[in-house]
């Protein structure tokens, strides 16, 4: 896991540039803290920064191969988890290797299968390959956007970075915030509309694209999507199709040369991760696989049961650790260094994000790793399998809206009324909405529930799924940590996308099919837990303290947030704790103490960023 930048022109030489990319470069030190590298050429600039988890000499990066007409050069992020099979198939067609990191299989893989090379990989990723013949340069990014690449294009350069900092240290770029960045930032927030950013002209390559730069221009193409089609598998034949394929995409994923654990909360998802991972140590003769979870002080003395957080995790933690071959740390976070880390959280991101529900993953990736490198996760099981309350509650579904943000007229009014008189929120995320609607491939077969869960499974994955991807990307390669989402296998995916709703929903459960074929391996009450989200702070001392910092900002009218935003109801926000904006400003938790703290979050993006506002 690591990070990249680069630049190329193709009617200029561009050499002279070094500063510019070591500059670029440098903004990415967390992302890969054990090493650099740059390439540079008369067209094209390319640097890397790497955090070493395969093959330590054989994976130095940029990485080239000679020959005799031109060179092929990487740089890449991510991990490729059906490297054993393509370096088998290009060893039967003449190629050899030096080491045996996945980079070295990537390079080949494309010289050999070209621009194709997306369609054979398995696994996440964004790579810049530069083909010094053709004077071409090809990117590409993972299946769901598991790992990030941003680009812009200036006077004929393509200015391409894994994180937008190292984009904003090209001369002349600008950070400049118009009317669709703000309504990205304040109507669509902490999500964005795939493919771009909320800074005018600066873009993604979206997930599942490839995007070829040369002499005429920069062309972009999708090369998968999920394809509806009718499931023909039988219940038992799903079944067992569904327990090969989580097997698969686990145990695939538990390569690495530097220490690996895993996440357990004690839910369903990190429990099946964690079974099988410990279940492959145990087989292979491996020492316990080590496993992590979070918990804040008193958080069990103050905690509060809700529909969205019905139990807490330690009594789970505690029973499934007593049924598997692992080795279990308790990450103990207090609420003064939670709320402190809202900057950091913010600087990773590059934007205000979900306030202590990103700081809180920062802090636990930044422990984990003084004795880790990788982390399997359970991330996106829930959007996979159907597990968010809005699959089933009708006002969510009923809502005509994106069912996690359906506070639309509360983010209207916190614009600052100048502001806000100019762009009208509802009206752009209305046109997001149904142009996502729009890619839905609905099927003659389909019941009318199926059809409606395929529209608000295509919203979740696309949409909230990508804000939660993000979110463990930049959190975690922010501690210079890797995490891995097998649940975001595309071929799980593929299959699961297509199983009818009734079967998933099995019993009327969230996640009911998933749970149905866990009873083989899990304990009962994990099985039948419900569903409870990624663990927030219920010490009431976070609340206070993330108060007193908001309090401190609005005290000075001078603040840059007042530009932005409308003082007086940050301010009654702040009189009522937050009740003042009566429903989540972001899916189950931003509520109260984690609004104000986004807010602050907003204030030290202005001061630290200075955004140029353009409406």
């Given at each position: ?59 130095k ?112 770029i ?39 730069f ?30 090969f394929?989580?097997n ?37 003769g ?63 991101r ?47 579904l ?23 008189e ?14 996502s ?12 529930e ?49 199983i ?23 304990p ?19 609340l ?72």
């Amino acid at each position: 896991m690591c990070g990249f930048v680069g630049f190329a022109n193709l009617k200029e030489n561009i050499i002279q540039n070094r500063t510019v990319l070591e500059n670029m470069n440098q903004t990415l030190s967390k992302r890969g803290p054990d090493e650099e590298g740059y390439y540079i050429e008369n067209h094209i600039s390319m640097a890397h920064k790497r955090l070493i988890v395969i093959d330590p000499e054989g994976g130095k990066q940029p990485m080239i191969e000679k020959y005799s007409y031109g060179n092929f050069v990487i740089c890449y992020n991510g991990q490729i988890y059906n490297t054993k099979e393509l370096r088998k198939e290009l060893e039967e067609n003449n190629f050899s290797f030096e080491g045996h990191c996945d980079t070295e299989v990537l390079l080949k893989s494309y010289i050999y299968y070209g621009k194709d090379v997306v369609n054979h990989l398995n696994g996440i990723f964004a790579f810049a390959i530069w083909n010094s013949q053709k004077q071409e340069l090809f990117l590409a990014r993972d299946h769901f956007g598991v790992k990030p690449l941003f680009y812009t294009i200036q006077n004929n350069t393509l200015i391409f970075a894994s994180e937008l900092k190292a984009i904003f240290e090209y001369p002349g770029i600008s950070k400049t915030l118009d009317s669709q960045g703000l309504c990205e930032m304040f109507g669509i927030g902490p999500a964005h509309t795939p493919g771009t950013t909320i800074f005018k002209d600066i873009f993604e390559i979206k997930p599942a694209h490839f995007a070829i730069f040369n002499s005429s221009g920069l062309h972009l193409q999708r090369y998968w999507k999920l394809t509806s089609k009718q499931h023909k598998d039988n219940s038992k034949e799903t079944c067992e199709k569904l327990k090969f394929l989580l097997n698969d995409a686990i145990t695939r994923q538990l390569v690495s040369d530097v220490p690996l654990c895993t996440f357990l909360s004690g839910g369903l998802d990190s429990s099946i991760i964690t079974k099988f991972a410990a279940d492959y140590c145990q087989e292979q003769g491996l020492p316990p696989l080590d496993t992590y979870s979070i918990d804040y002080v008193d958080n069990d003395k103050n905690f509060v049961k809700s529909d969205f957080q019905p139990n807490s995790d330690n009594y789970y933690i505690d029973l499934m650790n007593k049924n598997l071959h692992t080795k279990h740390h308790k990450i103990v976070i207090d609420t003064p260094e939670l709320a402190s880390y809202s900057e950091d959280a913010m600087i990773a991101r590059d934007m205000p994000g979900m306030a202590d529900i990103d700081s809180s993953l920062l802090l636990f990736c930044k422990n984990v790793k003084k004795e880790m490198t990788v982390s399997l996760t359970g991330e996106c099981a829930d959007e996979i399998f159907g597990g968010y309350p809005w699959f089933f509650r009708e006002d969510a579904l009923n809502s005509g809206t994106f069912p996690w943000s359906i506070a639309i007229n509360e983010r209207q009014k916190l614009l600052n009324p100048y502001i806000s008189e100019k762009i009208n929120l509802k009206e752009y995320i209305d046109l997001r909405y149904q142009e996502s609607l729009n890619e839905v491939d609905i099927l003659d077969t389909d019941s009318p529930e199926t059809a409606e869960k395929r529209k608000i499974s295509h919203l979740t994955l696309n949409w909230f799924m990508q804000t939660l991807l993000d979110r463990s990307d930049r959190m975690a390669m922010y501690s210079g940590f890797e995490l891995r989402v097998p649940f975001c296998d595309y071929r799980l995916a593929e299959y699961v996308w297509n199983i009818p709703w009734e079967w998933k929903a099995l019993n009327s459960r969230e996640k009911g099919l998933l749970r149905y074929i866990s009873k083989d391996f899990l304990p009962e009450e994990i099985v039948d837990r419900k569903k409870s989200p990624y663990p927030k702070t219920h010490n009431p001392t976070y609340l206070a303290k993330v108060k007193n910092m908001l309090n401190d900002i609005m005290k000075n009218k001078n603040a840059p947030i007042n530009n932005l935003l409308n003082r007086e109801f940050i301010l009654d926000i702040l009189r009522t704790n937050g009740t003042a904006f009566t429903r989540p400003w972001f899916g189950q938790l931003m509520t109260g103490p984690q609004l104000m703290a986004y807010l602050c979050q907003v204030n030290m993006w202005l001061e630290k960023y200075q955004p140029k506002i353009e409406i």
